[in-house]
C-alpha cells in the first residue's frame, strides 16, 4: 500500500502486532510488526512506531519505525545507533554463561545455552551485528574469562 492509499483505521490484527512490536526475543517479527505498522496512519500505530523507534534494542528495527513514521508524515529525527552494549553487562552474562559448562565446551555448546538461557541477548546481537554475528560471539567467547 503506497502513502496515497493510507489507511487511517486500526488493522485487524492491530493487538498481535502489538505482542509483536513488544517482544524481545525476536527482532524480525519486531521488524516485520514495524513495517506492517507503516501501512496505517492512526493515533495508537504512530504511537507503537514511536515506541519502537525509541527503545528497540535492535538499529535495524529503529531505523525502520523511522522510516516508517517520516512516510506517515510524522516530525522525526534519525535514531542514533548506540555505542557500547545493546545490552548492559552483556560480558558478565557471556561469563556466566562460559562459567555454567565443562571446561571443554565447544564454542557450538556455548552458543546453545546462550540461545536457551538468554534468547533476548542472542536475538539482540544477532539483529545487531548481520552476518558477523558468529564471528563476533566466537571471538568474545574464546576471550571470556572464567578464573
Given at each position: ?13 492491530f493487538?498481535?502486532?502489538?505482542k509483536s ?49 517520516l ?22 552474562i ?19 545455552k546462550?540461545?536457551?538461557?538468554r ?6 546481537y544477532?539483529?545487531?551485528?548481520g552476518?558477523?554475528f558468529d ?13
Open positions: 500500500m503506497s502513502n496515497n492509499e493510507e489507511r487511517t483505521d486500526l488493522p485487524a490484527n493487538d498481535e502486532l502489538k512490536i513488544n517482544r524481545t526475543a525476536n527482532w524480525r517479527e519486531r521488524l516485520d510488526a514495524v513495517e506492517e505498522l507503516g501501512m496505517w496512519k492512526a493515533r495508537e500505530t504512530i504511537e507503537l512506531l514511536k515506541h519502537s523507534m525509541a527503545g528497540d534494542s535492535v538499529f535495524k528495527v529503529r531505523e525502520a519505525a523511522y522510516r516508517q513514521l512516510a506517515l508524515g510524522e516530525k522525526v529525527t534519525m535514531p542514533e545507533r548506540k555505542e557500547g552494549d545493546a545490552i548492559k553487562d552483556t560480558k558478565k557471556l561469563v556466566r554463561i562460559k562459567k555454567s559448562l565443562p571446561k571443554d565446551h565447544s564454542y557450538e555448546d556455548f552458543k546453545e546462550l540461545k536457551k538461557m534468547i533476548d541477548v542472542y536475538d539482540t544477532e539483529g545487531e551485528k552476518a558477523d564471528k563476533w560471539l566466537e571471538q568474545l567467547w574464546s576471550e571470556l574469562r572464567t578464573s
